[in-house]
């Protein structure tokens, strides 16, 4: 995969190319947003994107200029997604790519996990030109590790970026938003979604891909990635339960309920 396949986050990405064309990338972002609207994708695509080897990758674009004099255009940049930097990547094996991410019961991101982090960014890169950092959901960073990341952020290691990603910005710490260039991403709009569902539904079922644009709220991902419509039926369930009206003729339309 790579930048121009992310539906939807086009202004984000934009900006992303703009600091890949002019060689100007700020040490530490945070992408902020909704839950299931590519935020991820958008942060896995850049790392690629800065490390690439092949013809629209960052190391083409070291200095503004396309080798061989050419001017740059944002529009080119972009992860070949055929290099061993891009395979490595997208496999998880790419030695400058880490993913941080909330483990164990809490569902928290440790003090350690940070210490661990920045002893791998104290190493020059291996194979990129960047070592990237993706620290995903990182408002459950505890509070040692917040403190301890504080420090990172602080003492930027040469040649490193971290990403933070989270559904929930105003949970973190006002010191660690404030060092990072946020960069905000929107759900779709229904009609946008509703189009690129049915382009993407194995069954172009215009019924189904309306609602599934409106379940998930303009989240593509979530309307991929989850059965929303059977998750609905359940609700419904519930519901009915809840009602004591469980005779399967209890609710003939469900429809109906819909509107309740
Ligand atoms: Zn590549």
């Known amino acids: 995969m790579a930048f121009r396949e992310i539906i939807g986050q086009e202004k984000a990405i934009s900006i992303l190319k703009g600091c890949i064309m002019k060689n100007r990338i700020p040490h530490a972002m945070l992408f902020a947003g909704d839950e299931g609207i590519g935020k991820r994708l958008t942060a896995l695509n850049f790392a690629k994107a800065l490390n690439c080897r092949g ?7 070291s200095a503004g200029t396309k080798e061989g004099g050419a001017a740059a255009d944002a529009g080119d940049i972009d992860a070949c997604d055929r290099c061993p930097s891009c395979t490595k990547t997208d496999r998880a094996s790419h030695p400058d790519v880490f993913i941080i991410r909330p483990e164990g019961d809490g569902g928290q991101i440790t003090v350690s996990a940070i210490r ?8 020059k890169p291996f194979e990129g030109r960047w070592k990237v950092a993706i620290i995903d959901n990182a408002d459950r960073l505890n509070q040692s590790a917040s403190n301890a990341f504080l420090q990172t952020l602080e003492e930027p290691a040469p040649r490193s970026i971290l990403i ?12 660690i938003r404030s060092r990072c260039q946020r960069i905000n991403f929107t759900p779709l709009p229904v009609d946008l979604m509703q189009e690129l569902l049915k382009e993407r539904l194995e069954k172009s079922d215009s019924d189904k891909s309306t609602l599934l644009s409106v379940l998930s709220g303009g989240r593509l991902g979530h309307a991929l990635d989850e059965n929303l419509i059977a998750q ?7 519901f009915r339960r809840m009602l004591g ?8 339309d469900r429809d109906e309920i819909e509107m309740v």
């Open 164 to 175: 933070l990603i989270t559904s929930r910005p105003d949970v973190m710490l006002a010191t």
């Open 245 to 252: 009206r469980v005779e399967e003729d209890a609710w003939d």
């Open 232 to 238: 609905r039926d359940r609700s419904f369930e519930i």
């Open 55 to 61: 013809t629209g990758g960052g190391d083409l674009f």
């Open 116 to 123: 661990q982090l920045e002893e791998s960014l104290s190493y």
